[in-house]
């Protein structure tokens, strides 16, 4: 593991360059995330986020600083909490033990409310349409 850590500290211009994919994979998923593409409790976010995180904690190596340190590796350890708890509640519904439900983002309840309001909103519409179609028959 040393010989690993030599190896990188001699060519800091690599280090470098993996702190910037991390750091393009944040701007990514950050973006994704705010357009609307992905949702903020994907496994595709969370994959962007660890992944950005670990190239971050990479280029650390070089030129090391303890904040730096410990916001990514909590991003890191979150993360893979994350993944872990997905995978097991994905498990337990395969083994038909249903656990309570993963809370839905805000995002996607508005997105709900908004569905449901469009449908008796439609319903309410073709009521009065019937009621109306109908009066002018006699």
């Known amino acids: 593991?040393?010989?690993?850590?030599?190896l990188l500290r001699q060519h800091p211009e690599m280090l470098q360059f993996i702190g910037v994919i991390g750091f393009s994979l944040y701007i990514t998923a950050f973006t994704l995330l705010q357009t609307g593409r992905i949702c903020g409790n994907s496994v595709g976010y969370?994959?962007?986020?660890?992944?950005?995180?670990s190239c971050v904690l990479v280029s650390l190596v070089s030129a090391f600083n303890l904040a730096a340190f410990l916001i990514q590796a909590s991003y890191v350890c979150l993360g893979l909490f994350g993944l872990m708890r997905r995978y097991v509640i994905r498990r337990m519904r395969f083994n038909r033990?249903?656990?309570?439900?993963?809370?839905q983002s805000f995002a996607a309840e508005v997105r709900q409310a908004r569905q449901r309001r469009a449908v008796k909103t439609r319903a309410f519409r073709s009521d009065q349409s019937r009621s109306i179609s109908q009066a002018h028959q006699f």
Do not use: G, Y
């Not at 593991?1 to 030599?6: A, D, R, T, V, W």
């Not at 969370?46 to 995180?53: E, G, I, K, R, Y």
């Open 97 to 103: 033990h249903e656990p309570e439900p993963l809370r």
């Open 1 to 6: 593991m040393s010989e690993l850590l030599f």
């Open 46 to 53: 969370t994959c962007f986020v660890v992944t950005a995180a």
